[in-house]
């Protein structure tokens, strides 16, 4: 149970999403996935913004993406269509991936999405970033350039609001003490944003 106090929602969406990622670990480390994690994203959100929709939002982030038998149609029967909504545009497609490379498909779907779910993608991003010394050396490595590429390019294309420039902030830091301690290179040329829509 978290320290912070749960919404009605939130509670709910915590006991589903917790049941749910039972048995789902971290890639890059053998964690459990929902303690890892979603909990942490949903504290590092309860900072921002306190809305339980976001806070429901949060703590399901993940789950149509990473559990098998979760849908959006479940998600919206359960927790209702705002919560569901937020839950869709935070979900990866495994084939646009594959078409157009994580990394442009991530800044696409970040520089698009709506203010409140870029909210949470930014705490999620935050989390990681933060959790990223606890990997190997080489998916550290992947996933500082990767997450510079997309705060780069964020930065220059589309409208953020102080929430987010805020969690960029933080982000900025750990990349920049990432670089440092790691000695990786600047990036060499900018990488030009692609938009598919």
């Not at 504290?43 to 429901?56: N, S």
């Not at 964020?154 to 670089?179: A, E, F, M, P």
Request: glycine share 4%; with cysteine; proline share 3%.
């Amino acid at each position: 149970m978290p320290t912070l106090p749960l919404t009605p929602l939130e509670q709910k969406a915590w006991e589903f999403a917790k049941k749910a990622h039972h048995g789902v670990f971290r890639k890059f480390r053998q964690a459990p996935y929902f303690d890892g994690h979603v909990a942490k994203v949903y504290g590092i959100l309860k900072q921002y913004d306190t809305r339980p929709t976001l806070g429901a939002a949060a703590i399901l982030h993940d789950t149509i993406e990473d559990v098998d038998f979760v849908t959006f149609e479940l998600i919206k029967s359960k927790f209702g269509s705002k919560v569901a909504s937020l839950v869709k545009e935070l979900t990866s497609d495994d084939e646009l991936v594959k078409k157009h490379g994580k990394s442009n498909y991530l800044l696409n779907k970040m520089t698009y999405m709506s203010e409140d779910a870029l909210l949470i993608r930014l705490c999620g991003r935050f989390q990681n970033v933060s959790d990223m010394y606890a990997a190997s050396a080489g998916f550290r490595s992947k996933y500082y350039y990767e997450t510079r590429f997309i705060i780069d390019n964020l930065k220059s294309n589309r409208r953020l609001n102080h929430k987010h420039l805020r969690i960029i902030s933080q982000i900025d830091g750990i990349l920049i003490n990432t670089k440092s301690r790691n000695k990786f290179e600047s990036l060499k040329y900018i990488k030009t944003f692609e938009s598919f829509r």
